[in-house]
Each structure stands twice: as structure tokens, then as C-alpha cells.
């Protein structure tokens, strides 16, 4: 990522000013949702799963009141039954995991996936930040890992994009989604509303076990980051791809290269739908050519 200060390629990496910028369009973001609903002690529902309950006051006894939640001690004291009345907890804590491990810094159209991923995480922190809630974060790459605790204000929210931009690693080891989503189980505290942005490539049973763990106590946005290139080859010619380090070569004329590479693609994708569907995690999809605010906007207004 780069400096604040110097000028850069907006498509393969991300100012601070772009990271600002996204103030504007994420007022029109809402992060509440009302799709998952989980069960909470007695006949309370909350929209929000994981969501603490405050105590808000005390009143005379109605029928329907949850037995489980008699106030004894006003009901003593005054000789008539009383209950305890909670609410909803309306701050609440948000994580974004960003990936910016190797496989990330790659695009064929529009910006690198790493920008994208940079793009998403501040207009999520943004809303987030309008909204009240407290904002915290965990960047990882080949050069290490990064975690920010779940802070309220202004403060927060830059220090957080200025940590996208710049990210100040607490290690040097090259860290894989295995690895971060171990840390991610423990730094995420019950009740958080995590977004892990990713590629999602190295997701393995260990990867998976530590995804199980966190959807037990946590309400879970996977939001995939991926280029065209990835889901289809052009049509007929010889491309040659590097990073620097190995080569390959793809001749897409062969039908059955072409049909390998399409069909390989949608097991990934399959797969990783299915995990989505049997923890309970909402599973969004990001191109590198697509707008990031739009990508974000569709799905609230689902």
C-alpha cells in the first residue's frame, strides 16, 4: 500500500485521500440487518446475532412477561410482582479482516484485488463509524500481521484507514488465511460483526475449523474478492502469467484447458457457498471491475 504523502497508481495501490473520499457514499450504507435473527433467553428476539441485552427499567408485572425475569427484590419490597424490561444493545463491535497476502495483489481489469479489498474495508468502517459502532481490524500479508482493537470515535476510524494504507506489522512471518483466521477467532470478541475480505485461496479444514469456531459467536460477512480472469479464460490464444517468480503458460484454444480452468473456478465457488450455508454466513461476491459502494449498496437493499 502506499504513503499518504506520495502520488500513486489508484489500480494497484490505495491512498489515504481514497480511503477518506468514501465518507460521502458510506452515509448512504446501513450495516443493520435484519436477516439473521437468533434466539435470545426467553421470548426476546434480536435482529442482531450475538447482540448483549441492556437493563433498561423495571415495571409492574403484565401477563406474558417472561417469568425468568421477575425483579424479587422490587416485588418484595412493594408486595406486588415486578419485571425487569431489557433492550437491545446498540453499540456494538465490527472487525474487518483484510487480506493483503500475495494472491491479492493481482487484477487483469479495474484495480488490484488488495484495493479493492482497501475499498471495501473503509466504507464499511465509514458507516460503521456513522452508526456509533466501534471499529477494530486485522490486517494480514507475507510481511505479517496486524490487529486493532474495537474502538468508538473519529480516532478509530482513522487509525484504521491510515493502517490499510500503511500497515505496521507485529510479526514478519508469512501469515496464511489459516493463520489469521486462528488469530481472528481470538481477537473477535462475541457479539462483533466480522467481514473477512479475501480472495479466500488457501482455504483449507484447518481454515474452516477456525471459521466454525468464530460463527458460534460472531455474525460472519464473507465478501470474496475476485477478477474476471479467474472465473474465464479468453477465448483462443496463448497467455503467459508470472509473479515474479514461476511462469505458466496457458494456450486457451484447447477446449479442455478451457473447460478444466472454468470447471475448477466453480468448485471453489461451490464450496465455498456451501461452507456459507451450513455455518450461517452471509457470503458476498466482489470483481475487481465492479464498484465497491454498489457491490456493498446491493446487498443492504436486499
Known amino acids: 500500500m502506499s ?23 458510506a452515509a448512504a450504507l446501513s450495516l443493520r440487518s435484519g436477516k439473521i435473527r437468533a434466539s435470545q433467553s426467553g421470548n426476546y428476539l434480536s435482529h442482531f446475532k450475538g447482540r448483549g441485552m441492556a437493563f433498561a427499567e423495571t415495571r ?12 424479587w427484590r422490587v416485588t418484595a419490597r412493594t408486595d406486588k410482582p415486578h419485571s425487569k424490561i431489557f433492550c437491545e444493545e446498540r453499540e456494538r463491535p465490527l472487525f474487518i ?4 497476502r500475495p494472491s491479492m495483489t493481482f487484477a487483469t481489469r479495474g484495480v488490484f484485488k488488495s484495493v479493492q479489498a482497501a475499498k471495501l474495508a473503509a466504507l464499511l468502517a465509514w458507516a460503521a463509524q456513522q452508526q456509533g459502532d466501534r471499529i477494530g481490524g486485522q490486517i494480514f500479508s507475507a510481511a505479517g500481521c496486524m490487529e ?6 473519529k480516532g ?21 488465511l489459516e493463520f489469521a483466521l486462528s488469530r481472528l477467532q481470538h481477537h473477535a470478541h462475541p457479539g462483533s460483526r466480522v467481514y473477512i475480505i479475501s480472495d479466500f485461496r488457501g482455504l483449507n479444514s484447518a481454515a474452516e475449523n477456525h471459521l466454525t469456531l468464530l460463527a458460534r459467536h460472531c455474525e460472519v460477512i464473507l465478501l470474496q474478492i475476485y477478477d474476471p480472469l479467474e472465473c474465464e479464460l479468453p477465448n483462443k490464444g496463448r497467455y503467459r502469467f508470472t509473479d515474479k517468480i514461476r511462469d505458466i503458460i496457458i494456450d486457451s484454444s484447447d477446449h479442455k484447458v478451457l473447460q478444466d480452468y472454468r470447471q475448477r473456478f466453480q468448485q471453489r465457488q461451490d464450496h465455498l457457498k456451501q461452507l456459507s450455508q451450513k455455518l450461517r454466513l452471509t457470503l458476498i461476491a466482489c470483481g475487481t471491475h465492479q464498484s465497491a459502494f454498489e457491490v456493498l449498496n446491493a446487498f443492504r437493499s436486499h
Open 97 to 100: 479482516s483484510v487480506d493483503y
Open 148 to 153: 486493532l482493537k474495537p474502538r468508538t470515535g
Open 156 to 176: 478509530a476510524l482513522l487509525r484504521f484507514l491510515n493502517a490499510l494504507v500503511q500497515p505496521s506489522y507485529t510479526n514478519n512471518r508469512d501469515n496464511t
Open 60 to 71: 409492574l408485572y403484565q401477563p406474558g412477561d417472561d417469568v425468568r425475569r421477575m425483579d
Open 3 to 25: 504513503s499518504s504523502n506520495a502520488p500513486t497508481n489508484e489500480r494497484i495501490s490505495v491512498s489515504l485521500k481514497t480511503l477518506v473520499d468514501l465518507a460521502k457514499p
